[in-house]
């Protein structure tokens, strides 16, 4: 098995990759899902358009059959009342044609008994025409009226002879009301009748006196009453002084309504109408209906998609769980057999990489780390920092006793500087305060070391000193170029030089290290040169680290000119971080 270093667990565990992979993590779905909602998405598209199209084709048939067959009842209804009137109009026709009944216009003296009994025989009010199957009739009366104003009735329910002769009356007064029209009819309305007035003529069209007709609005409501099952509807018999009797029920006059209009005699016109929303009502728990079998099919499909979703993507988890183990170090994982030629091909690939990782892993990789850990162990064993510690601050303390403060303060700054860079703990990142402590401390003991010929400033800008202490940067990333400005850059200058550190913070953080040394050709970075010993891989790897760490928009560039100085720009991501309570 493989055998992870202390350093390698700390760049695997370290929050900012953690952090990083959760919120990838986060973003992405699970091939389950994708392959579920795919399923499910098709499935719910197909339904709904199957769904759509049938409530479309069954409205279309559907509504034309109910329209047909609501215009063919209201024509049947409306059919049977223009029959009752035409019923009238053969009455009519048949009373002036009676020679007898003539005799009642035209004569001196005439029989009011033999008259009436002919009317009553000519009307035929009691046969199965004025009734059309209905228990009420259509024609209740007749009253006959010569220029002497003289009048001879029938009527469909019997009087007593006072109510009679009443009733005469008032018909009298309607015909003096129609005397006075100018209308070929005049039709008069009370809460039980409805009154006809009309002309009698003989053969040359000379009026020979008046006939009033009285209607039954009862009969009339008893041919409608198909209509009464439904919720919205209207029916009218109209003549030319406007509505004779109606009755309204249409709830949704915006909606356009089935009408079926029908010209009649007398002047009449006969009217029905039933609201388009019946029909519509009638669909309404079929497409609720079939909505809700849709809603069932699109769940047991969700269900079943989940399912197939599942079984289709197990062998695919299966191998990421494998790959996390080879990940972890375990190189003897291995996968087992799939019948998928796809899959199969990618058992035998993996399984043929891991014996080949786990070869060159026990064969090279960790005989050279346990040779490496070795070396280290015994070089720490060598320099004990708690032996070297001690022993510095020992001379520090003799030379505070003998009043050479300089030398102390070189011993403490020497000692902080070995403790930042050899000692301290296998941090990958540490707060800038910290890391610029350790580049100061490089830098006082430098310039004691070379007096003025090396003189250094450090500059913060864009904000207090304060301000970027809690910022993240990796771990000597700048006290190496800043070391490397000194060897190369103005250790070999004739002459005095300076170095200046400049931080300064926008979108990014970002130090500049420039001094007024040598300089270097940068096409020479990473490569040998015969010329020049040294290579600057320094830069390169630190360039390398930030760009593994942080991604691409990050690392370092060089300015250099030889003989004029060198100029190091280091670009960091603002990461700041809060000390913990």
């Not at 049938?54 to 509504?63: A, M, P, Q, R």
């Not at 003897?332 to 091909?345: A, K, M």
């Not at 004691?448 to 864009?462: A, H, L, M, P, Q």
Request: aromatic content about 8%.
């Amino acid at each position: 098995m493989r055998r992870i270093s202390h350093s390698q667990k700390k760049v695997d565990e370290h929050p900012i990759n953690k952090s990083r992979h959760m919120n990838i993590m986060k973003k992405k779905k699970t091939l389950s899902q994708h392959i579920r909602k795919v399923i499910v998405l098709c499935c719910t598209i197909a339904i709904l358009l199957q769904v759509v199209i049938t409530i479309s084709v069954v409205f279309h048939y559907y509504i034309r059959k109910e329209e047909e067959d609501t215009q063919y009842l209201l024509q049947s209804d409306n059919e049977m009342l223009n029959t009752s009137v035409r019923f009238l109009e053969e009455r009519i026709l048949a009373i002036q044609n009676d020679e007898n009944i003539m005799d009642f216009f035209l004569a001196e003296v005439y029989s009011a008994s033999d008259t009436e009994n002919r009317l009553q025989t000519q009307a035929d009010l009691f046969s199965e025409r004025n009734r059309q199957g209905n228990s009420e009739p259509f024609v209740t009366g007749i009253y006959l009226f010569n220029n002497r104003s003289d009048c001879v009735s029938t009527i469909y329910y019997p009087l007593a002879a006072s109510e009679k002769a009443k009733d005469v009356n008032e018909m009298q007064v309607l015909r003096q009301k129609y005397l006075q029209q100018t209308k070929p009819f005049y039709i008069e309305n009370d809460l039980s009748h409805f009154h006809l007035c009309l002309y009698l003529y003989d053969s040359v069209m000379h009026p020979l006196g008046t006939c009033i007709v009285s209607l039954n609005p009862e009969y009339i409501e008893g041919v409608y009453t198909n209509l009464e099952s439904l919720r919205s509807y209207s029916w009218s018999l109209t003549g030319q002084d406007g509505i004779v009797v109606a009755d309204n029920h249409l709830t949704h006059q915006n909606l356009d309504p089935i009408n079926n209009t029908m010209q009649s005699g007398f002047g009449l016109t006969i009217q029905s109408s039933v609201d388009r929303w019946e029909i519509y009502q009638t669909l309404e728990k079929t497409i609720i209906l079939l909505l809700s079998v849709s809603a069932a099919v699109i769940v047991c499909t969700a269900l079943i998609g989940s399912a197939v979703a599942h079984k289709a993507v197990r062998p695919l988890e299966t191998i990421a769980d494998k790959i996390q183990l080879v990940k972890e170090g375990h190189y003897d994982t291995r996968l087992g057999e799939y019948q998928t030629v796809e899959l199969s091909n990618i058992s035998d690939t993996f399984n043929g990489m891991t014996e080949h990782m786990n070869h060159l892993v026990n064969q090279v990789y960790e005989t050279r780390l346990l040779h490496q850990e070795s070396k280290i162990k015994y070089l720490q064993s060598q320099m004990n920092p708690h032996f070297l510690f001690n022993i510095l601050s020992m001379i520090g303390m003799k030379a505070a006793v003998h009043g050479d403060k300089e030398t102390q303060k070189l011993i403490f700054m020497l000692s902080r500087l070995l403790q930042g860079k050899i000692f301290r703990k296998n941090e990958i990142e540490i707060k800038l305060s910290e890391e610029m402590e350790i580049v100061e401390f490089y830098l006082y003991l430098q310039n004691s070391r070379f007096g003025d010929k090396i003189t250094y400033s450090v500059e913060y800008k864009g904000a207090d000193r304060d301000q970027f202490a809690s910022l993240m940067v990796p771990r000597l990333c700048i006290e190496p170029l800043v070391e490397n400005a000194v060897a190369h850059g103005l250790e070999p200058k004739e002459g005095n030089g300076h170095i200046s550190v400049i931080i300064s913070r926008n979108k990014n953080l970002t130090v500049t290290i420039e001094d007024d040394g040598v300089g270097f050709d940068k096409d020479t970075i990473g490569k040998e040169n015969q010329s020049s010993p040294h290579t600057h891989v320094g830069l390169f790897n630190i360039d390398r680290i930030l760009k593994n760490l942080y991604g691409d928009t990050y690392g370092v560039s060089v300015e250099s000119h030889i003989g004029t100085g060198t100029r190091v720009n280091v670009i960091f991501p603002l990461i700041e971080r809060q000390e913990e309570d």
